[in-house]
């Protein structure tokens, strides 16, 4: 069974930093997408960076230039670097992963972590 684990949130000022992991087990396919979702309160959790199957990455507009995506394959895990955070990136941050695509609202990932709290202070 997959099982996908994120850490690594917690409450910083803006302007600051945050590095959010996600520790993956369970992913046998030798061809996977996994990404960086988020669901900020009264709105619909959105996908903001991805690692898609071909290995290219992606970035939502909001957190274009500021947030950073990769990963450890041989640790099976994947990283967040979130710089510059504003109030507006408050949300429950979800790590996600899926056989073909990670980034499509209609057709959203298959597993999902619980999340993990990212707060940001004016």
């Known amino acids: 069974d997959v099982r996908l684990l994120e850490s690594g949130g917690g409450s910083v000022q803006a302007g600051g930093s945050l590095k959010l992991s996600c520790s993956a087990s369970?992913?046998?396919?030798?061809?996977?997408?996994m990404a960086w979702w988020r669901q900020i309160p009264g709105q619909e959790r959105e996908g903001v960076a991805v690692f898609d199957v071909d290995g290219f990455t992606r970035y939502a507009n909001s957190v274009n230039g500021r947030f950073t995506i990769s990963k450890d394959k041989a640790k099976s895990t994947l990283y967040l670097q979130m710089e510059r955070l504003k109030p507006e990136d408050t949300a429950l941050y979800y790590c996600?992963?899926?056989?073909?695509?990670?980034?499509?609202?209609?057709?959203?990932?298959?597993?999902w972590g619980q999340g993990t709290q990212v707060t940001v202070t004016g």
């Open positions: 369970g992913l046998t396919s030798p061809r996977y997408c």
């Open positions: 996600a992963a899926d056989e073909r695509s990670c980034e499509d609202k209609l057709t959203p990932p298959k597993f």
